[in-house]
């Protein structure tokens, strides 16, 4: 059967290789993310590879406007949203709480707390009315513990964490299943974001060891949607066979 799967932040990274995954499988796709013209690339890619309909959709997750009208607006045929995979957050700076920027925490605290609030906001009452529906959200190991330097991210990835068992909680009756991905680590642009740019320095980060691809998360998030009904993964954290916790890791 196919399912209608929305993805935030579906242009790079986890969420590409997540819409990779589901069209692969026949799903039809909802895409979003703030960079129109790869979004518009990316669709035309999936319908061609994988011949699925792709839905795209230009907002920022931190603008609960813009995802009020995308989501709320939907045509007939894409408005009954299956699957959700709340993917959009992102790590800006390496730094101590004292010496923090501002502005850096506000784009982690809007986009990776109040984003993934925005849109659940938005789909899920659909979900609930339906009795049917699967939330995924993608966590992070930084939701688990807090390390050096990561200070404001580790408290937004507590909050996702905390967030998808309240989600449970609250849907449980309902029948909607809500699952928490934590990954540790992951090369994609996120390393590029967290350093502002600098590449040299995310590259380095990921030297002698092998880290997760995208596609290795992808590959989980779409197993726990495979499952009976009858069985939901709440939580699942996923690691290089090289690091043992968020600071603990084998390099070669």
């Keep these: 059967m196919k399912n209608i799967v929305l993805i935030t932040g579906a242009t790079s990274g986890i969420g590409l290789a997540c819409a990779k995954k589901f069209a692969g499988n ?15 690339k990316i669709s035309e890619q999936l319908e061609q590879d994988y011949s699925v309909k792709v839905l795209t959709l230009n907002f920022d997750v931190r603008d609960n406007g813009a995802v009020k009208n995308a989501l709320t607006n939907l ?20 730094s101590t709480v004292q010496n923090g ?36 959200n993608i966590g992070s190991i930084a939701g688990k513990e807090v390390y050096p330097f990561g200070n404001v991210y580790c408290a937004t990835k507590h909050a996702v964490d905390a967030l998808t068992k309240g989600i449970r909680i609250d849907t449980v009756k309902q029948g909607i299943k809500v699952t928490q991905i934590a990954p540790g680590a992951v090369k994609t642009e996120f390393s590029v974001v ?23 998360i992808a590959t989980v998030a779409y197993f726990a949607t495979t499952l009976p009904a009858h069985a939901n993964i709440n939580d699942l954290v996923i690691m290089p066979t090289a690091q043992a916790n968020a600071t603990i890791l084998n390099r070669e």
């Design 194 to 216: 967290r350093f502002k740019g600098d590449k040299n320095k995310a590259d380095s980060f990921y030297k002698g060891f092998e880290p997760l691809h995208p596609e290795d």
């Design 101 to 136: 920027e501002i502005d850096d925490w506000e784009r982690m605290i809007d986009t990776n707390i109040k984003g993934l609030l925005y849109v659940t906001r938005a789909v899920l009452p659909g979900m609930t009315k339906r009795g049917k529906g699967h939330i995924i």
């Design 75 to 94: 045509p007939e045929e894409w408005s009954k949203i299956d699957i959700l995979v709340n993917n959009a957050g992102l790590a800006v700076g390496m």
């Design 26 to 40: 026949g799903h039809n796709l909802i895409i979003t993310g703030r960079r129109n013209d790869r979004l518009n």
